[in-house]
Antibody
């Protein structure tokens, strides 16, 4: 079945970087855009950006420009989110999500989420 | 890109109908039919409930329906049930970005 499985929880110090992975299975990895969405504790969903696994092209939300990098490794059908210069307000649950082809903004499959805690 | 505006909370009794609004701009919600809605239980990933104005993924109840007028989309839950108590988010898009609503907590009285 179609699945997105993310890496485990991370604890980082302010100023450090974190890299979260999202392993896709059950479908053609290069056929669907993958997005990253985060949710701070008790808060709403915050879209971070997308990657086209076929070309490697990306688009990032303005709020994260300069700190976020999305990459992929097609040989192992895995996408990555790297966030640098971490701050305490980056503490959140980070999700990857597959977008339905031809329906922008429609996220039909979600990973289980990766908790990133930023604390000194 | 600012978040789409949703009411913070909506409540209703079992069997009633409730409506959640999602207001954006002419650059996102107002563009076309692509507004999606998600249900999220505490500690769980969001679940796609309805998209493209009227499409529901397999297994989603037809008690969920949507409408759109101008820059505002609305989700209606008919025949409210206890299991509908959750957070709900809308989402839309521009040419290169995506945006979510602020979220609405639905309480079943």
């Amino acid at each position: 079945q179609v699945q997105l499985v993310q890496s485990g929880a991370e604890v980082k110090k302010p100023g450090a970087s974190v890299k979260v992975s999202c392993k896709a299975s059950g479908y053609t990895f290069t056929g669907y855009y993958l997005h990253w969405v985060r949710q701070a504790p008790g808060q709403g969903l915050d879209w971070m950006g997308w990657i086209d696994p076929k070309s490697g092209g990306t688009s990032y939300a303005q709020n994260f420009q300069g700190r976020v990098t999305m990459t992929r490794d097609t040989s192992i059908t895995t996408a990555y989110l790297e966030l640098s210069r971490l701050r305490s307000d980056d503490t959140a649950l980070y999700y990857c999500a597959r977008e339905l082809v031809g329906a922008p903004g429609t996220f039909e499959v979600w990973g289980q989420g990766t908790m990133v805690t930023v604390s000194s | 890109q600012s978040a789409l505006t949703q009411p913070a909370s909506v409540s209703g009794s079992p069997g009633q109908s409730i409506t959640i609004s999602c207001t954006g701009t002419s650059s996102d919600v107002g563009v076309d039919k692509f507004v999606s809605w998600y249900q999220q239980y505490p500690g769980k990933a969001p679940k796609l409930m309805i998209y493209d104005v009227s499409n529901r993924p397999s297994g989603v109840s037809n008690r969920f329906s949507v409408s759109k007028s101008g820059n505002t989309a609305s989700l209606t839950i008919s025949g409210l049930q206890a299991e509908d108590e959750a957070d709900y988010y809308c989402s839309s898009y521009t040419s290169t970005t995506r945006v979510f609503g602020t979220g609405t907590k639905v309480t079943v009285l």
